[in-house]
């Protein structure tokens, strides 16, 4: 079977190395770093473990796992716990989180989500609102609000690329109409599960993404969002890197890649720094966009278009940070089973405690440290470009103590009630901290990070490239790659990885089965709007919303009864209980000339 190199070894490069080996491919894995994993792996603290027990866990960012992981979680599924053994596979290692708060840090606000199912699009702008007045949003906001999630949800895939691509998440939602408090949650909410920036990132890209989160919370189950249940190495890429091996992939750790040589049109070997050299039948580009983007040499992008504009483009524009800094506490704070969410925090947080999912690891203390550890706080800190609050400086220009006094003051005055009887976090609780190693202060400040992620901004997909290059031999495998999920995650790494295993089977010919690739889902009731909004872009018309002018509508009942109007029905009452969307949809058309 042909021979292949992967160039990286994060969740795209094990995927590939997953797939391929598999269907009987000889594969060599190689990776800067000596650990495996990329930004999912831990990141253990060095010398904290005593008598046996394990480091402390630290990690670049907790680890998230929403109901549209798909690709991750068959990764998951086919993967042993114990390689080699009849054993669990590392998918029933995941452990739900069934509820999610909101911490408000200016005001003494603390919400719990419920999940609702919802069937209507009624339903949706009705849950939207009772959200906002949880937070005591405007009705005027949160309307209008609702009326851009609801316009998103029924645009066609048409629409979507053709025009929201073109525009900020921000200038799509209109951002510049709403109050400050809510012009705050707008900037923030995106930024807390995901590398978003609104302001930043195209309306297509946070809009299919944001979608999926809300739909995510309109759903029950197990599957919604989970996490898992230990150190993300220990309970996943441990064993799977394990299994990898079992199976016959050859791996390659510490040495960094240097370069892609190339003759008559094709790869012929790969460098790397310690002045060695591989050669292979095929080659996969599996590292991070600012890596892919320094090996683009004018050799390869001489022979490939979309390297071309790749190379071309300032990935300084194309990224931004996602770090993560976890707090070690004397005792555990549970706060919530799930994520908190921290919308107006200067540094847009977002938190979870860990050791009340991991209890089938036994007591978090027995397990990691000293001894003394019984809590572990893990934090997202998502804008560093925003001066704080107690250190009135930019996260960039923070010093890691400054930003470990900044994070914890940021998580105090959220959290901590304004009774001192009432406090969740005192600083008599915090035993230690760790910042994401993939900091790197060597240089000064601001530091150097080497785990950027892309934040899709305005008309960027027409610079991203397919996993399969015009170069016969080499493809490309990250989460900057073009795919169904397109966002900066393990799930659009993952994606990715398998798009460039099937070009390689197809560039083989191989009879193997091809990997499976899952498109995002919305819910079906959804389809004939986008039928009607495909016909009315195709006609170079408004969405649907916009042709009836309802672009400022403040009420969601005005939505419905002007939509009605508009369709010739009578009894309004009678549609908003039945709700023939099929009817609906065939009335309008014909009303508007279109078939």
């Known amino acids: 079977m042909p021979s292949v190199i992967v160039v990286g070894g994060g969740v795209a490069g094990l995927t590939v190395a997953h797939e391929l080996v598999e269907r009987g491919f000889e594969v060599h894995v190689h990776d800067a770093r000596t650990t495996w994993g990329g930004k999912a792996r831990s990141q253990p603290v060095p010398g904290t473990g005593t008598q046996g027990r394990r480091d402390l866990p630290g990690e670049h960012g907790f680890?998230?796992?929403?109901?549209?992981?798909?690709?991750?979680?068959?990764?998951?599924?086919?993967?042993?716990?114990?390689?080699?053994?009849?054993?669990?596979?590392?998918?029933?290692?995941?452990?739900?989180?069934?509820?999610?708060?909101?911490?408000?840090?200016?005001?003494?606000?603390?919400?719990?989500?419920?999940?609702?199912?919802?069937?209507?699009?009624?339903?949706?702008?009705?849950?939207?609102?009772?959200?906002?007045?949880?937070?005591?949003?405007?009705?005027?906001?949160?309307?209008?609000?609702?009326l851009k999630i609801l316009q998103f949800l029924s645009s066609s895939d048409a629409r979507r690329f053709g025009q929201?691509?073109?525009?900020?998440?921000?200038?799509?939602?209109?951002?510049?109409?709403?109050?400050?408090?809510?012009?705050?949650?707008?900037?923030?909410?995106?930024r807390t599960m995901v590398a978003m920036d609104p302001k930043r990132g195209s309306a297509r890209t946070i809009g299919t993404i944001s979608m999926q989160l809300i739909l995510d919370f309109a759903q029950s189950g197990v599957n919604n969002d989970r996490t898992m249940g230990g150190p993300t190495s220990q309970m996943w890429l441990d064993p799977w890197v394990a299994q990898l091996r079992s199976l016959g992939v050859q791996f390659h750790a510490g040495v960094p890649c240097t370069g892609l040589d190339v003759a008559d049109g094709r790869i012929c070997r790969v460098r790397f720094a310690n002045g060695e050299s591989r050669a292979a039948d095929h080659y996969v580009l599996a590292v991070p966009l600012e890596a892919a983007h320094?090996?683009?040499?004018?050799?390869?992008?001489a022979l490939d278009p979309a390297l071309?504009?790749?190379?071309?483009?300032?990935?300084?524009?194309?990224?931004?940070?996602?770090?993560?800094?976890?707090?070690?506490?004397?005792?555990?704070?549970?706060?919530?089973?799930?994520?908190?969410?921290?919308?107006?925090?200067?540094?847009?947080?977002?938190?979870?405690?860990?050791?009340q999912f991991w209890r089938e690891l036994g007591l978090f203390r027995r397990q990691f440290g000293d001894g003394q550890v019984g809590g572990l706080l893990s934090i997202d800190?998502?804008?560093?470009?925003?001066?704080?609050?107690?250190?009135p400086k930019r996260a960039k220009d923070c010093t890691p103590e400054e930003i470990q006094t900044e994070v914890w003051g940021q998580l105090k005055a959220a959290l901590n009630g304004r009774d001192a009887e009432e406090q969740v976090l005192t600083d008599e609780l915090l035993h230690s901290v760790h910042l994401d190693a993939d900091?790197?202060?060597?240089?000064?400040?601001?530091?150097?990070?080497?785990?950027?992620?892309?934040?899709?901004?305005?008309?960027?997909?027409?610079?991203?490239?397919?996993?399969?290059?015009?170069?016969?031999?080499?493809?490309?495998?990250?989460?900057?790659?073009?795919?169904?999920?397109?966002?900066?995650?393990?799930?659009?790494?993952?994606?990715?990885?398998?798009?460039?295993?099937?070009?390689?089977?197809?560039?083989?010919?191989?009879?193997?089965?091809?990997?499976?690739?899952?498109?995002?889902?919305?819910?079906?009731?959804?389809?004939?709007?986008?039928?009607?909004?495909?016909?009315?872009?195709?006609?170079?018309?408004?969405?649907?919303?916009?042709?009836?002018?309802?672009?400022t509508a403040l009420q969601a009942s005005d939505v419905l009864r002007r939509f009605a109007a508009v369709t010739g029905l009578t009894d309004v009452d009678d549609w908003l209980d039945q709700f023939r969307v099929s009817d609906m949809v065939d009335t309008l058309l014909a009303r508007l000339g279109i078939r």
């Not at 950027?452 to 960027?460: A, I, T, Y």
Request: hydrophobic letters at 40%; aromatic letters at 10%; one cysteine or more.
């Open 164 to 190: 929201y691509e073109q525009l900020s998440w921000w200038d799509y939602c209109q951002g510049d109409l709403y109050s400050p408090k809510l012009q705050r949650l707008l900037r923030a909410v995106p």
């Open 308 to 355: 071309a504009r790749l190379r071309a483009s300032d990935v300084e524009q194309l990224v931004s940070w996602m770090v993560g800094i976890q707090f070690f506490l004397y005792e555990d704070v549970p706060l919530v089973r799930g994520h908190t969410f921290y919308p107006d925090s200067p540094w847009a947080l977002t938190s979870i405690s860990q050791p």
């Open 439 to 551: 900091l790197d202060y060597g240089g000064g400040l601001p530091p150097r990070n080497t785990s950027g992620l892309l934040v899709h901004p305005p008309r960027s997909w027409e610079v991203r490239p397919e996993a399969a290059s015009a170069i016969p031999n080499l493809c490309l495998a990250g989460d900057y790659v073009r795919t169904h999920t397109d966002l900066a995650s393990m799930e659009g790494a993952c994606e990715a990885g398998r798009r460039a295993v099937n070009a390689i089977l197809d560039r083989t010919h191989s009879q193997a089965r091809r990997a499976d690739i899952w498109p995002l889902e919305e819910p079906a009731w959804l389809e004939p709007w986008k039928r009607l909004d495909a016909a009315l872009y195709q006609r170079g018309r408004p969405h649907l919303f916009e042709v009836m002018g309802l672009r």
């Open 63 to 146: 680890r998230f796992y929403p109901r549209f992981y798909r690709h991750v979680i068959d990764q998951m599924q086919r993967t042993p716990a114990v390689p080699g053994a009849d054993t669990p596979t590392v998918d029933q290692r995941l452990r739900a989180t069934t509820e999610s708060a909101i911490a408000m840090v200016d005001e003494d606000t603390w919400y719990r989500f419920s999940r609702r199912k919802l069937d209507k699009p009624y339903d949706v702008l009705e849950a939207l609102e009772l959200f906002f007045q949880k937070l005591d949003i405007d009705t005027a906001d949160s309307s209008l609000h609702g």
């Open 294 to 301: 320094a090996l683009i040499t004018p050799e390869l992008a």
């Open 381 to 391: 800190v998502s804008d560093w470009n925003t001066p704080g609050t107690f250190v």
